[in-house]
């Protein structure tokens, strides 16, 4: 559990994974089951990583925060 909860946390404001506070009503027991054994293996929308690749070299992964015409806002895995 303490692995799930640093990204599902739903007190944090830069929660990286889904709230699952509600889970269990809405998602098949299977579904649970392997979401908890490999949490990768499927990434709701709206919580997978982006890598941006900068004109200068860099990389830069993390999950979009926010997006507009001119700037793209990133959140990094540890939440920042």
């Known amino acids: 559990f303490l692995g799930c909860a640093r ?3 739903p007190e944090s404001a830069n929660r990286l994974g889904p709230d699952l ?3 269990g009503k809405t998602t098949p027991a ?9 949490p990768s293996k499927t ?8 890598s ?6 860099k990389t830069v992964t993390g999950f979009i925060a926010e997006e507009t015409a001119t700037m793209l806002t990133l959140i990094d895995p540890s939440g920042n």
């Open 7 to 9: 990204c599902h946390d």
């Open 52 to 57: 941006i690749f900068t004109v200068d070299g």
């Open 43 to 50: 990434i709701q929308k709206g919580y997978e990583t982006t």
């Open 30 to 38: 299977e579904y649970l089951i392997e979401s908890v054994l490999n």
């Open 21 to 23: 506070s509600q889970v």
